[in-house]
């Protein structure tokens, strides 16, 4: 059962900007680092934002990332078709002996 | 070029064991956290253990806590997960993720394997 929570789904034209939150609480946001992955069907996880707001080398500078307080966001503008995909938070949980949450996806769909 | 390489999975009744693998290639294998990742059909992620580059650190998710356990051997740039007394709920896709980091509280996985299927039924 997930910590964080995203919507289950987004959608936007091409060239729009769209917005996925992931909500948290203060033992995984609040104190600790937000990554998201993108999974393009039928592949593995790819490393889209870390730290937070950092991207990887390779990633488009289209995709940000963003976090305040217990919750943070993705931001991708300039929508393309290959953007369709979904769309995962993840960070540390502190509470009881610590683990790993990912939140619990978000699929994207370019109209 | 970075190489993780899964495998052990299969066709398990519940209640045994079964031991997955994840051989690694291409970079300093003992330099970095490594951690195993679940795709339930249909499903979204799941975080199911981690180790530090030194096995020091170790975590579990609370659904495999007592029942799976995670060990690796630098040596032989190997990642393993030998899981004990299986649920159906344990069914799922597993991934080997390299960390980019040593320790683990950090998410940060660079490379992920193409994932071994695991399956509990009867």
């Known amino acids: 059962q997930s910590v964080l929570t995203q919507p289950p789904s987004a959608s936007g034209t091409p060239g729009q900007r769209v917005t996925i939150s992931c909500s948290g609480s203060?033992?995984?946001?609040?104190?600790?680092?937000v990554y998201w992955y993108q999974q393009l069907p039928g592949t593995a996880p790819k490393l889209l934002i870390y730290?937070?707001?950092q991207r990887p080398s390779g990633v488009p500078d289209r995709f940000s990332g963003s976090k305040s307080g217990t919750s943070a966001s993705l931001a991708i503008s300039g929508l393309r078709s290959e953007d369709e995909a979904d769309y995962y938070c993840a960070a540390w949980d502190d509470s009881l002996s610590g683990e790993g949450v990912f939140g619990t996806g978000t699929k994207v769909t370019v109209l | 070029e970075v190489q993780l390489v899964e495998s052990g999975g299969g066709l398990v009744q519940p209640g045994r064991s079964l031991r997955l693998s994840c051989a690694a290639s291409?970079?300093?294998?003992?330099?970095?956290?490594m951690h195993w990742v679940r795709q339930a059909p249909g499903k979204g992620l799941e975080w199911v253990s981690g180790?530090?580059?030194?096995?020091?650190?170790?975590g579990y998710a609370d659904s495999v806590k007592g029942r799976f356990t995670i060990s690796r051997d630098n040596a032989k740039n190997s990642l393993y997960l030998q899981m004990n007394s299986l649920r159906a709920e344990d069914t799922a896709l597993y991934y080997c993720a390299k960390d980019r980091e040593r320790w683990l509280q950090l998410l940060d996985f660079d490379y992920w394997g193409q994932g071994t299927l695991v399956t509990v039924s009867s």
């Open positions: 180790i530090s580059w030194n096995s020091g650190s170790i």
């Open positions: 730290r937070n707001n």
């Open positions: 203060s033992s995984n946001i609040g104190s600790n680092y």
């Open positions: 291409g970079f300093t294998f003992d330099d970095y956290a």
